[in-house]
């Protein structure tokens, strides 16, 4: 059949599209909210549940790849609807502005487990503009020889940025590694800072 038959126009499609997302959330038949977020680190993939921010994810993880993770993990239920990410991106909005130094919104743990998440929990405690080692970390979760451990948990943090994986470093006071790269990394270091 062809396309021209049944022209549909882009402000069409943005039309109906607001109205398969509008009745999904109305019907509970959405389980995922996403939107793409631009910021000084590169395009920020943003995803909730009903419980909170569930994924940040960099485009150097592909999107794709994020989403289907997402809908394996999650619930298929994902659909593009950024209104539901509106106070996630005005805060980081505020903290790339230098504006703001914690995160507010509520946040979905659900892709972690365990130690990861015991780590994940922790991360947001160090404050703004400051650092700790690997070793520091693991020695306050209470496990001082899960150096490693905490390292990994860091790498598969789900919530980049939002939980500050990236106030970690090594012992030396070198970056170690980062889910967004070394230089999404050492911007956000020198964004805290700056402040």
């Known amino acids: 059949m062809s396309h021209d038959l049944f022209p549909v ?11 398969l997302a509008a009745r999904a959330q109305n019907d509970g038949l959405l389980d995922v909210a996403y939107r793409v977020f631009d910021s000084p680190v590169g395009p920020l993939l943003l995803a909730a549940t009903p419980k909170g921010l ?13 989403l289907a993770a997402l809908a394996t993990k ?16 005005v805060e980081l ?35 703004y503009g400051h650092t700790r080692s690997y070793k520091e970390v693991a020695e306050l979760v209470g496990n001082p020889r899960a150096v490693r451990a905490v390292g990994t948990a860091c790498a598969t943090n789900p919530l980049p940025v939002v939980v500050p994986c990236h106030r970690v470093l090594r012992t030396d006071g070198s970056l170690g590694g980062y889910i967004g790269g070394l230089d999404a990394k050492t911007t956000l270091l020198s964004l805290e800072k700056a402040a």
């Open 93 to 127: 909005e505020e903290y790339f502005a230098g504006e703001r130094h914690e995160f507010d919104v509520p946040l979905d743990y659900a892709l972690s487990s365990g130690f990861r998440q015991i780590v994940q929990r922790f991360l947001p405690r160090i404050g």
């Open 9 to 19: 126009s882009g402000d069409d499609l943005t039309r109906l599209h607001a109205a």
């Open 74 to 89: 999650v619930s298929p239920r994902i659909l593009l609807v950024p209104s539901r990410l509106d106070a996630v991106a």
């Open 54 to 66: 569930v994924r940040v994810a960099y485009e150097t993880e592909g999107f794709d790849s994020v």
